[in-house]
């Protein structure tokens, strides 16, 4: 079945430099939370239920201990980093029912991403009150693309109900309206992600496709459309598919200006949008865009 949108993962050298960047640029951000196998992350929890997963390092040492018995999330973590640098944007992750049933369709369609990998972890709400989230996860990828992965994430045990001091931003932000990535050639992996999506069928769109999920939209745009859409340069080292940019929906388009001004953060109007590149702490072009 289709599956939405569920987070997004990006790597960053250090959490605590995420969560500042993060916090000057108006967004709420939880308790620090650790993974059993090294990393760590502090998120950012969005009101249509999505979220972004600042991933940082919290031991070198139980992390390559992971990758040695076969952790395909650390491992694919590590090997982003070593390509492209502990800032960035490496994974898109959908929501399921049954990651069993997605780890089946990866492997039937030869896009496995690895083997299966299960985990819970404590989750620290604003009040102090403590919880265990367990999820399942199932690894879809490509080849030809080594520095972005995909994956379907099964909440085993979910995350509280109640994240409403979490899920109010500053900033506006309500959630995410679309994903952008870039690749030379778009229709080359437009196989891919519909398999990684759960069938979602891509749209020709100008200068790239569209994945309408039911909660949001998945792009592939070529360098050209980067570059119209979000005033990105082109990434000259190899030909794959890269993650490169998030846009958020906001409900006033100024208010969401005047916050970044105030916490001095450079930002550019462009399509009807508010465009932040890339920094420490944020390792993709976050984009605002006012929706009613």
Partial sequence: MT?????????VT???????RLGRLGFTVAADGRHPFGT?????????????????????????????KGNSFVARDQAFRFRCGDDGFSAVVFGTDSADADKAAYDGAQLSGGDMVEFSRPIVM?????????FKLAFAADLRAPDVFFFA????????ADRNALETHANGVTGISEIALSAEDPQAFAEFLETASGGVEPKEA???LSFELPNGRLSIFSNEGMEAYFDAEPLVTDNGLRARAIVFSVGDLAVT?????????THVSMNNRLLVKPAP??????????TQ
């Fill in 40 to 68: 760590e992350n502090a998120c950012v929890f969005l009101a249509d239920k999505t979220y972004l997963e600042p991933l940082g390092i919290a031991s070198q040492a139980d992390c390559d201990a992971a990758v040695a």
């Fill in 126 to 134: 604003p009040d102090g009150t403590q919880a265990t989230g367990a």
């Fill in 14 to 20: 250090h959490i605590d430099v995420a969560r500042e």
């Fill in 153 to 160: 994430c099964q909440r085993i045990n979910a995350f509280p």
């Fill in 257 to 265: 200006a005047a916050h970044l001004a105030a916490n001095g953060i």
């Fill in 206 to 208: 100008a200068l790239g």
């Fill in 281 to 290: 702490g944020q390792g993709a072009i976050f984009a605002f865009e006012e």
């Fill in 3 to 11: 599956r939405p949108l569920d987070h997004l993962v990006l790597p």
